[in-house]
């Protein structure tokens, strides 16, 4: 028989603020975290952490971490005290932590002293900070789990393939616990210019905080952004023996690969993930109550979302964008968005999309504008999509 798989504790830091808590306020209040920043590029803003993960951990300990993972370890402790910090068999414990480009500025900033002050000023912990498997790694050494960790890299599909995953690990029975998510900080002068040149970015450079606007009409592309979203997975039965919290249930997950382009959206792939998600949930399209959206607003990529939400679940469901306001998080995206899910849930409100003055005509869906709507009956659905033709959605639900 499969075990149901609860939630029972969350952790983020994103550019809405340095814990759950605030950046749930934020999304509730409709704020914007994209700032502009000081590089000269075509593109000069990002959305950018409110609290510094270094001063949160310490000098000694985070001059050994690369950012990315230094925000996992702040997103890990939250998560891990929300749960209550559980008394589990370490070889039980697993983590699963997904990246897009794991320590990018590691390897960026060490090749620039490399180059600059030669070969002894390079960082010894240089190979560990760049490692993408570095944020699963170190929350494992943190945590004492000696189940497993993992490390998916899927782009901006990572850290909800990671919290799928820790779903399998769960119900093959291979760990009772599972800390899963991602992490990302990548944003650089040398990623920025990288996507601007593939036009992937918004260049409304003069209002950065209405620069991201998924589902608009006039949307120009998305906003790069850093941060982590964590969830604690538990058996639902080991869960309950302990007497534990329990936030939500995570009810099913659907991976699909696009196998077309590169980068380019797949109405196809998108629209099956949903439907294994659905089906490993064991509800209907008309279960479903509330759709977070990938929505990271580029021109092509909202409009096949859109398509594959209708052609899998219908339009009867609110949809919101939390993009809007938090910016992309690449590889972390779907680990800050199923934290949010989960907030819904428990606190029976979607909040609304930002910056969406007039829907696109090609966008048949009630996406959420204005400010929060109560959350209708139902479980809650979470999209993330990658480059690369990575598709994940996950089903939540009470």
């Known amino acids: ?14 550019p809405l603020g340095g814990d759950v808590a605030r950046t749930w306020e934020g999304l509730l209040a409709g704020r914007s975290g994209v700032r502009t920043t000081e590089w000269d590029l075509p593109v000069r803003m990002a959305a950018l952490l409110t609290d510094d993960p270094a001063e949160i951990l310490g000098r000694p300990l985070a001059r050994r971490l690369d950012r990315c993972e230094q925000v996992a370890l702040v997103a890990a402790r939250e998560a891990w005290a929300d749960a209550g910090a559980p008394e589990v068999d370490p070889v039980r414990l697993a983590v699963v932590i997904g990246t897009g480009t794991g320590g990018a500025l590691s390897m960026l900033g060490q090749d620039d002293i490399l180059e600059r002050d030669g070969v002894r000023r390079v960082s010894p912990h240089t190979v560990p900070m760049l490692m993408a498997n570095g944020p699963a790694a170190w929350v494992s050494i943190e945590l004492g789990a000696e189940g497993s960790a993992h490390a998916p890299v899927s782009a901006c599909a990572s850290g909800s393939e990671a ?6 690990l769960i119900r093959l029975g291979r760990a009772d616990v ?6 990302e900080a990548c944003v650089h002068p040398l990623t920025l210019a990288g996507f601007s040149q593939a ?7 003069d209002e950065p905080e209405r620069a991201s606007r998924p589902f608009d009409v006039a949307r120009d592309g998305f906003v790069m952004a850093e941060g982590a979203g964590l969830v604690v997975l ?9 007497g534990a919290r329990v936030l939500a249930r995570l009810a099913g997950a659907g991976i699909t690969s696009n196998a077309v382009h590169i980068t380019a959206s797949g109405l196809d792939g998108q629209s099956r993930a949903v439907a294994i998600a659905l089906r490993e949930a064991d509800i209907s399209p008309e279960d479903v109550g509330h759709v977070s959206a990938h ?17 899998s679940i219908g339009a009867h469901p609110p949809v919101t964008a939390i993009k809007s306001m938090l910016g992309h998080l690449c590889g972390a995206a779907g680990g800050v968005a199923a934290v949010a899910a989960v907030r819904s849930l428990m606190d029976g409100r979607i909040p609304a999309t930002l910056n969406l003055d007039s829907q696109d005509p090609a966008i048949e869906l009630d996406v959420v504008t204005g400010s929060p709507r109560p959350l209708p009956e139902g479980a809650v659905i979470v ?7 990575h598709n994940v959605t996950l089903v939540l639900s009470h």
């Open 163 to 168: 919290i799928a995953l820790g779903l399998d």
């Open 199 to 205: 036009r992937a970015l918004s260049r409304r450079n």
């Open 178 to 183: 599972v800390v899963a998510g991602g992490a």
């Open 295 to 311: 929505a990271t607003s580029t021109p092509e990529g909202d409009v096949v979302e859109a398509q594959a939400i209708v052609k």
């Open 234 to 242: 538990e058996r639902a039965e080991f869960a309950a023996a302990r």
């Open 1 to 14: 028989m499969r075990s149901d798989v609860v939630i029972t504790g969350l952790g983020a830091t994103t």
């Open 383 to 389: 999209n993330a999509f990658g480059f690369g033709g």
